[in-house]
DNA sequence: TCTGGGGTCCTAGGACCC
DNA sequence: TCTGGGGTCCTAGGACCC
């Protein structure tokens, strides 16, 4: 059996659990640069106010019901999800973090106990520890746990939890379960099952294995084998390394010339080598992106984008940098309202695999890159315990392209000159 | 005026190997 | 008349997830 614990309303439970005032209120939080609604409590849903929906387009919609509007406060999402996370580690044998706010448990010892008494006080505990509320779901495979997890939060009777142990409990949740709703199956699917007559998650377990084999190819057919019962997503206890790492953002304001894009690409490139060497690994590829706005109608879009191979794989800064600035020149195309611009690496490998490939083409010799290196460490170290951005290149302005945050919460678990400033 | 940011996996087809 | 059988690697595009 699998648990899925998936904690309700994530980012605007966070923004709650330090502000119990709140509780008596709609909350929403907002994308970036406070652009769009991207977490509702469940009475700014009642409301009738859509995921995904500009900020400027519910603007009276929240003023009239004095909704309670944060930023996005990454920081705090963050280290409350680490705590949550904690939490459920301690409760089950085996636990996979799946992201920000689920958590799928092994609950394959636990046949003995009262499981939907024990997933009870799973809740219980966590809601204690970190003021999080969550609803748990349990079934004998990831995908129906996903169904159990999503019926407990939908239907109140549940009360948080719903475990799916016999058949006849199963197959009465395929029949409540649309197509669309299943984990897996997305719009494009959902059009494509709806047009051959298969409505519910209890139709398509029952649909020709060798059609969703054709049409949905191995990934549908898994789904259908777990909607089925039989486990095919076994858990993943150890999250593999990345294969790329992006940093991009929206910009808050017009951008037309080469010198502001150039130090926008520049902080994301150093972004993008600060989260490699979190991962200890080192990237082949780079590249590049820079975009004029998908909604402005009245000039043309432009889309610019283009990959090169690092002379070596490295997760130096200043290397990374130095490629990006290259190709940002021969993509930048001058007369443009840019809006968007984002770096990438990829052709990811793990570091102790690296150590001796030399590049038959590399100018340098391996004893720069040493000290290099140490550079890189140091910089990592600062930063690390003086906050981010104490030291950086010189290209870089961090500062001038965060994006827009209006309404941000004080970061209530990790800074302490936070909290201070809230109680005066 | 105003619209997020980050990922993964799979398939098909071309080019190539013995 | 007739033309094998088994692979790999790479890329682009399309689907999906939070």
Same mark, same amino acid.
């Given at each position: ?37 991207? $977490?509702?409590?469940?009475?700014? +849903? ?73 997933? *009870? ?18 079934? @004998? ?8 997890? *999503?019926?407990?939060?939908?239907? @109140? ?15 009465? $949740? ?16 959902? +059009? ?28 549908? $057919? ?88 690092? @002379?070596? @794989? ?8 130095? $490629? ?101």
């Amino acid at each position: 059996m699998f648990a899925l614990v998936d904690c309700n309303n994530f980012y605007a439970s966070c923004e709650r659990a330090f502000k119990p005032a709140l509780r008596l209120r709609p909350v929403v939080v907002l994308s970036n640069n406070d652009g769009c609604i991207i $977490a509702r409590s469940e009475e700014a +849903k009642t409301l009738g106010i859509q995921m995904g929906t500009p900020e400027f387009k519910c603007r009276l919609l929240l003023k009239q019901h004095d909704v309670a509007v944060f930023s996005s406060n990454y920081a705090l999402y963050g280290d409350m999800s680490s705590r949550v996370m904690a939490t459920l580690a301690a409760l089950a044998p085996e636990i996979e973090v799946y992201s920000i706010d689920e958590a799928f448990l092994d609950m394959s010892s636990f046949s003995r106990f009262d499981l939907p008494d024990y997933a *009870r006080q799973m809740r219980r505990t966590v809601r204690l520890h970190t003021g999080i509320p969550v609803c748990v779901g349990i079934a @004998p495979t990831k995908t129906l746990a996903k169904i159990a997890n *999503r019926l407990a939060k939908k239907n @109140p009777h549940y009360q948080g939890v719903c475990v799916l142990a016999t058949a006849e409990e199963i197959q009465a $949740a395929l029949l409540h379960t649309k197509v669309e709703d299943i984990w897996g199956i997305g719009r494009q699917w959902s +059009k494509l099952l709806q047009a051959k007559r298969i409505e519910s998650a209890a139709d398509l377990a029952a649909a020709p294995a060798a059609w969703v084999r054709k049409h949905l190819h191995v990934v549908g $057919a898994r789904i259908q084998a777990e909607l089925q019962g039989k486990s095919c997503l076994p858990m993943e206890l150890v999250r593999p390394a990345k294969q790329s790492i992006c940093t991009s953002r929206s910009f808050g304001r017009n951008v037309s010339t080469l010198a502001e894009l150039q130090q926008a690409v520049a902080t994301f490139a150093s972004k993008c080598a600060v989260k490699l060497r979190k991962e200890d690994s080192l990237a082949s590829l780079l590249t590049v992106f820079i975009a004029t706005s998908p909604f402005d109608e009245s000039s043309d879009r432009y889309w610019g984008t283009r990959t090169a191979a690092l @002379p070596h @794989p490295t997760q130096d800064s200043i290397a990374i940098l130095k $490629a990006a600035e290259t190709i940002l020149d021969g993509i930048f195309r001058d007369g443009n309202v840019y809006k968007k611009a984002g770096v990438m690496v990829s052709g990811i490998v793990p570091r102790a695999s690296c150590s001796t490939t030399l590049s038959l083409f590399a100018e340098e010799a391996p004893a720069a890159n040493a000290r290099d290196a140490k550079l890189m460490q140091a910089m990592d170290a600062i930063n690390q315990r003086y906050g981010s951005g104490t030291v950086r290149l010189a290209a870089e302005n961090a500062e001038s392209w965060k994006p827009h945050q209006e309404r941000l919460s004080p970061r209530y678990s990790t800074r302490l000159d936070e909290i201070i400033e809230v109680r005066v």
